[in-house]
């Protein structure tokens, strides 16, 4: 398929790409200039060499800018698929070494756990409008909630998220939601504003949901019997006792992504049909026989002899079963092997992917697909 041109092309073609041009695209202040089937990155500074640094799969291999002939002028044309978005850095060479640094030029950045990256949305990408704050929507409340585990021997912390015009005393009982890394997905995909919209818009029931806080969370998340025993015999009972839920399968979701998505669906394996609804996101599910994992570190070996064993033998744990992952990130391998897996079951199993990577307002921009399908508001 040919594309456009892109502008710093054009000029380039016909000569006229000189530092005046260059300046006056930079200080327009889109920067990416994002044209419809490319992005053009810039950078000013001395260097010795500029390049384009992400965390995924499917992008071209050289990112290297390109440096206008006797300026401190750089840039990198770089095409990308409409409706993509990329989270990236740029690696600066300096006589003192290489620096790895946020876009100095671009203003909008995505945060994590970790820091913050820049961010290019290409064209056709928009932020969905239920990830936004709305005036309009009422909000939900949170409170903290702790319960002294048995499986763990420790305290275990979680955040409660109670709906608009929530009623403890009330006799009409409400989902639950539980979720991995609860604090994160409040922090870095603003699942509370997404479920006050989501709600307010009567696209979801308005539902509890429980965001869980790990203790040591790659050992917990790992196909821990110590983190099932948790969730399904003391989180979801004592919640169960203390509010108004729907106390059985089809009001009880799990979800997480990346190793929090092996955590669900392990507990679930675990107790199947305890939880009726999953949602998977960017699952770290790797596995030994499927020809994708190439993950060496003895923190896979449990998932792997984890997702071996169910794929080997899959059986339904859900009803339904929402999985998302985005095809820039390493991990889209794995996805993609286990769906048919989960589908063989007989379990309704939907599939969804991004143009984006592993990141959390990538999992954000799924809710608005999965928590709909999996918990959608009366009629």
Known sequence: MSIDVPIVRRLADSGELDAASLNHLIDQGAAPLVEPDTCTFFYRGAAGAVR????????????????????????LVLELVRGSRVEYKLEVAEPGGHRIIEDPLNPRKAHNPFGANSVCLAYGYETPNWAEPDPLAGEGTLKDHVLTSSAFGRAAHTTLYLPPGFDAASAVPHPLLVVHDGGDYLHYAQLKTVLDNLIH???????????????ERLAEYADDPRHARFLTDELVPALEAELPLVAQPTGRGLMGASFGAVASLAAAYRSPQFFGRLLLQSGSFAWSSNGCSQRREPIWEPVKAFVDRYSGSPVAVAERVFVTCGVYESLIC????????????????DFHESLDG????????RLGDALPWLFPASP
């Open 334 to 349: 794995e996805n993609r092997a286990l769906v048919p897996r989960l589908a063989q079951t007989g379990m309704d199993v």
């Open 201 to 215: 818009r009567c696209r979801v029931v308005p539902l509890v949901a429980a965001f869980s806080h790990p203790g």
């Open 358 to 365: 592993h990141n959390w307002e990538s999992w954000r921009d």
């Open 52 to 75: 384009l640094v992400h965390w995924g799969v499917g992008l071209p291999p050289n990112l290297d800018f390109t440096r206008l002939a006797g300026t401190d002028l750089w840039y």
